[in-house]
């Protein structure tokens, strides 16, 4: 069934980052006073070219569920068509949109879960942690240790860190891991690619549960549809980080199963 296209409105805008060109950008839905979707979603967006040919880009929810308001967290790609045309809408413009739509989205009972990204592939993982540690109402993460390793070349180039610091103090289940691959020699925090630290927490968690490394294949009697683990890697951003990120995590005996991922390219 086709979705219905639905119109947004710029209500809030702000660069999360000026060497990047990346942009936190707040929007209200018209004629809608729910607009419901689970965290992780996208929607798309769509726009009639000069030639009259309909455009269409994918972009995630960097919020989780608030009535008719969500947030996109996107950057100028050079030469691109359509970022470069959001990243110039002034306040009261509107796009059109359908969704939202894809399975980017927490798998449940909520488990210890790494959250791995580059990028704007931190949009969805915004969505993630503002629906498991709500500012107001039950916290939804069930005390399961929540990570995110967020990838970036400078410190400049993390966005809404300080968000997630504030996040991190207040939440001791959340641990915060910004780790930057051209640091400059004042940065005191992580270095290098967000893998390299991703192998470090399964190693450290297996040690801590005394879990075996690689982790024992399943029970191959149980079909794959049906396999639930006590740890999820959810990985969004460009294709060379989520191979590199998928094969670090294979190599620990991860199940397909359990990496989710998004692509953006
Ligand atoms: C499910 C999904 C969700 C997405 N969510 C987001 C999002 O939340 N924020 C966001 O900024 N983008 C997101 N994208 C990418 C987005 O859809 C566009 O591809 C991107 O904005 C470039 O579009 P463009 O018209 O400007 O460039 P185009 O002219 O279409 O393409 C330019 C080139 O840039 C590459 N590219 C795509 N995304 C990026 C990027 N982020 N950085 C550098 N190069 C890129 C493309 O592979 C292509 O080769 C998402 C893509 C998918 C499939």
């Not at 940065?187 to 192998?199: D, I, K, N």
């Amino acid at each position: 069934m086709t979705q219905p296209i639905l119109t947004a409105r710029l209500a809030g805008k702000h660069c999360l980052s000026a060497s990047t060109q990346c942009f936190h950008l707040e929007f209200v839905a018209d004629g809608v006073t729910d607009l419901a979707f689970t965290p992780g979603q996208f929607i798309s967006v769509l726009h009639e070219d000069a030639t009259g040919k309909e455009e269409m880009r994918a972009y995630s929810l960097a919020s989780a569920p608030a009535a008719n308001r969500f947030a996109l967290c996107l950057n100028r790609v050079k030469g691109g068509y359509f970022s470069n045309l959001i990243c110039d809408l002034a306040i009261g413009d509107a796009i059109q949109f359908q969704g939202p739509l894809g399975y980017f989205t927490l798998r449940e009972p909520i488990t210890d879960s790494i959250l791995i990204a580059t990028g704007t592939g931190v949009a969805p993982m915004r969505g993630f942690l503002q629906w498991l540690f709500p500012q107001q109402g039950p916290n939804r993460s069930q005390g399961r240790h929540i990570w995110l390793v967020y990838g970036t070349r400078h410190a400049a180039d993390i966005y809404y860190r300080e968000e997630f610091e504030a996040l991190a103090a207040l939440h001791p289940n959340f641990h915060y891991l910004p780790t930057l691959s051209r640091p400059l020699d004042s940065w005191s925090g992580l270095r290098g690619y967000v893998q390299e630290h991703v192998a470090r927490i399964i190693e450290e968690r297996a040690a801590s549960l005394g879990q075996p490394l690689p982790a024992p294949p399943p029970d191959p009697s149980i079909p794959a549809s049906e396999l639930h683990f006590d740890i999820y890697a959810y990985i969004c951003g460009l294709s060379p980080m989520i191979t590199a990120a998928r094969e670090r995590l294979k190599a620990f005996g991860w199940h397909r199963r359990q990496i989710i991922t998004e692509r953006y390219d």
